[in-house]
Each structure stands twice: as C-alpha cells, then as structure tokens.
C-alpha cells in the first residue's frame, strides 16, 4: 500500500468513523480516536466484503459499498461503547 493509500483510507475512515457513530442511537462513551480506528477498520474491511460481493466497483458512487462500510462501523462503535460502560 502506498502512502497516498493509507492517507486515503484516514480520511475515509474519519468520515465512516463519524457517520457510523451518528447512526447509533444515544450518547456513546468512547472518544474521537477510537471512532477513527472504528472508521478505518471498517472503511478496510468494507472494502473487502463489498469486493468479494462483486459491487465494489460501479459506475459512479458505490452506495452498497459505503452502506457496508458505515453498518460496520456502527456495528463497532456500539460494541466498543458496551464495552466501555462496563468498566
């Protein structure tokens, strides 16, 4: 992977990493750099499902893509908040 790769993937896991947080209902309990992580594991991981799915690459925006990718997400920050109340 090239630097231009891994700068990318940042940047959309920040994005993933905010939009899965908005879409899980309540206050959650872990901060903006778990979120990031949570976003850019996702973004990765998304990525590779919606590839081995065969709709990684469509014309114009991949929809199913950035769905897969925020679910995982949101799927994420809720386990990492249940975690965190816990403690």
Same mark, same amino acid.
């Given at each position: 992977?090239?630097? %231009?790769?891994? *700068? %990318?993937? *940042?940047? *959309? $896991?920040?994005?993933? +990493?905010?939009?899965?947080?908005?879409?899980?209902?309540?206050?959650?309990?872990?901060?903006?750099?778990? =979120?990031?992580?949570?976003?850019?594991? #996702?973004?990765?991981?998304?990525?590779?499902?919606? %590839? +081995?799915? +065969?709709?990684?690459? =469509?014309?114009?925006?991949? !929809?199913?893509? !950035?769905?897969?990718?925020? $679910?995982?997400?949101?799927?994420?920050?809720? #386990?990492?908040?249940? =975690?965190?109340?816990?403690?």
């Amino acid at each position: 992977m090239e630097i %231009s790769g891994i *700068i %990318s993937a *940042i940047v *959309i $896991g920040i994005i993933i +990493g905010v939009l899965g947080r908005l879409v899980v209902p309540g206050r959650q309990h872990i901060g903006i750099v778990l =979120t990031i992580v949570v976003g850019i594991v #996702a973004a990765l991981l998304g990525a590779a499902i919606a %590839s +081995g799915l +065969g709709v990684a690459d =469509t014309k114009g925006i991949d !929809w199913i893509e !950035w769905l897969i990718q925020i $679910g995982l997400a949101a799927v994420g920050i809720a #386990a990492l908040d249940r =975690t965190r109340v816990r403690r």
